[in-house]
């Protein structure tokens, strides 16, 4: 089955400290996205990749890290320096390459952090 | 990238028919209409897409008049299990990058 899969699902961290979150994609897509969700509140995004081995930041990237060493694979870290952590954590990915018109993009289930 | 706005919340009776209304005002040249649907702690999930006129699926329809400054998604005979979030999206791609902005998006509360 083609598809995204993060990990872990729900994970706890203490204040201070860093945790990076897990995700993988066997589409063999381009892009890939890491996105924020608050309740009640839309997805903003807060990191984005086009091919392996560049990442740009999104709207909210401060705090946060990403890497992308390896074209199904897009690590998020969030750090210690991001101030309001505890949030809903989405990773995307599309298959835009070469494309002209916009593709849709494939969702992971998420990973909810809270931080304690 | 345009902007989209549509309304918070509605709510629905079970076998009805559902109109969602998003205004784009500046929607670009390139730009594409594509909705998304989100249920409770999971990612969304695409629903339909469009230029122009209108697109059907098994899904829903999307209707997108000639200035392209609104669409309508409508889902027929709505379940309980349409219960979600519906976000409409205007973008395109970017050299590889899908440039797109998820809005708040409305909430369906479908009713037995």
């Known amino acids: 089955d083609g598809g995204i899969t993060q990990s872990p699902k729900y994970l706890f961290r203490k204040e201070g400290q860093n945790v990076t979150l897990s995700c993988e994609q066997n589409?063999?897509?381009?892009?890939m996205y890491w996105y924020r969700q608050d309740p009640g509140q839309g997805l903003r995004l807060i990191y984005y990749?086009?091919?392996?081995?560049?990442?740009q930041k999104g709207d909210i990237a401060e705090g946060y890290s990403v890497s992308r060493e390896k074209k199904e694979s897009f690590p998020l870290t969030v750090t210690s320096a991001q101030k309001n952590p505890t949030a809903f954590y989405l990773c995307?990915?599309?298959?835009?390459?070469?494309?002209?018109?916009?593709?849709?993009?494939?969702f992971g289930p998420g990973t909810r952090l809270t931080v304690l | 990238l345009a902007k989209t706005t549509q309304p918070i919340s509605m709510d629905s009776y079970e076998g009805q028919e559902v109109n969602i209304t998003c205004s784009h005002n500046n929607i670009a040249t390139n730009d594409y209409i594509t909705w998304y649907q989100q249920f409770p702690s999971q990612g969304p999930r695409f629903i339909i897409q469009?230029?122009?006129t209108k697109v059907t699926n098994e899904v829903a329809s999307l209707f997108i008049p000639a200035d392209r400054k609104s669409s309508t998604l409508s889902l027929p005979r709505v379940s309980l299990s349409d219960t979600a979030v519906y976000y409409c999206l205007v973008g395109r791609d970017s050299g590889g990058y899908q440039k797109v902005t998820f809005g708040i998006g409305t909430k369906l509360q479908v009713i037995p």
């Open positions: 469009g230029y122009k």
């Open positions: 995307a990915s599309s298959d835009s390459a070469g494309k002209s018109s916009y593709n849709e993009q494939f």
């Open positions: 589409l063999n897509h381009d892009a």
């Open positions: 990749s086009q091919i392996v081995n560049d990442f």
